[in-house]
């Protein structure tokens, strides 16, 4: 009789944590089980127009082991939502989940911020895997593969040695991004040289690139000409994807007029004639 009450106490227990959408701890019943998580961080991105290219050595891909996750439940009245700093911090033994259906994430922030949120800038590579429709059965261990891959939009911007001896008084050009940062890439007659910078935008949203550049200075009379460029936009840049704009010049001093060539992952985009104004405001 006694033990008849005890195990009706102990599912009566059981009963009622559950319908307050709580958790409750192993010893109180047997309705639990464990993952076998196998995580991996991918360190390529589509370049559009050309195959998967690697991210620069410089870039650091997070080791899958060190990135933040969370399991959260999706199941109705079932609240666990549980974040470990390391993925590699899920004890089996301890982390133990009851019935039901859960998502997994991993990502390579400390806190949880979605890709709609991420820092934006150079440097900045953001991380993450999703899981959804993980089914915990009780007494279970359930294997779950996630793969973390590059979640932002890259863009470059580049000059080719042509548009940089024809434009040779410097030029300055913007990436804006719709969260309102801009970044700026330039050279001047005294320094050339342009950085290979990689920056790290928000995917999805749109982003323009403007620019202006002076040309070699025409005479010890005469001040250089300084034309600027109409703008380039991306409306719907996708993640895990590169973009490099890379802008040349051709056909200058030839019997038609010279342009400006601007191209996508080496494929044209854009043509803009520089024998002649480029907009009607491009002197300034």
Not at 10 to 34: D, F, I, N, Q, R
Not at 45 to 51: G, H, K, S, Y
Not at 227 to 240: I, L, S, T
Not at 262 to 270: A, R
Request: some cysteine; proline content about 7%; aromatic content about 8%.
């Amino acid at each position: 009789m006694k033990r008849m009450l005890a195990i009706g106490a102990a599912a009566a227990l059981l009963l009622g944590a559950c319908s307050k959408g709580e958790v409750p701890p192993p010893e109180e019943g047997e309705a639990y089980g464990t993952l076998a998580i196998d995580a991996s961080c991918v360190a390529a991105v589509d370049a559009v127009t050309r195959a998967r290219v690697e991210l620069p050595d410089h870039v650091a891909v997070p080791d899958p082991q060190d990135m933040t996750m969370r399991i959260s439940s999706t199941t109705p009245g079932l609240n666990y939502n549980r974040v470990w700093a390391r993925v590699g911090n899920y004890d089996v033994r301890k982390d133990q989940l009851l019935e039901g259906e859960y998502s997994l994430e991993i990502y390579s922030t400390k806190t949880w911020q979605g890709v709609d949120q991420i820092e934006e800038g150079a440097d900045k590579p953001y991380f993450e895997g999703t899981v959804s429709g993980i089914a915990i059965v009780r007494r279970t261990q359930t294997p779950v593969t996630v793969r973390a891959a590059l979640a932002n939009t890259i863009v470059r911007i580049e000059f080719t040695d042509s548009f940089r001896s024809y434009f040779a008084n410097g030029a300055t050009f913007t990436l804006k991004t719709a969260a309102e940062n801009e970044f700026t890439v330039s050279y001047t007659a005294d320094d050339p040289a342009v950085a290979d910078t990689w920056w790290y935008v928000r995917p999805g949203k749109p982003f323009t690139i403007t620019g202006r550049a002076t040309k070699q200075t025409p005479s010890a009379t005469a001040d250089p000409e300084t034309v600027r460029f109409n703008p380039v936009e991306n409306a719907a840049p996708q993640p895990a994807t590169l973009y490099t704009y890379r802008f040349d010049i051709s056909g200058v001093g030839s019997t038609g007029p010279g342009g400006v060539t601007i191209t996508l992952n080496g494929e044209p985009v854009d043509t803009e004639v520089v024998d002649e104004e480029l907009n009607p405001d491009s002197k300034l």
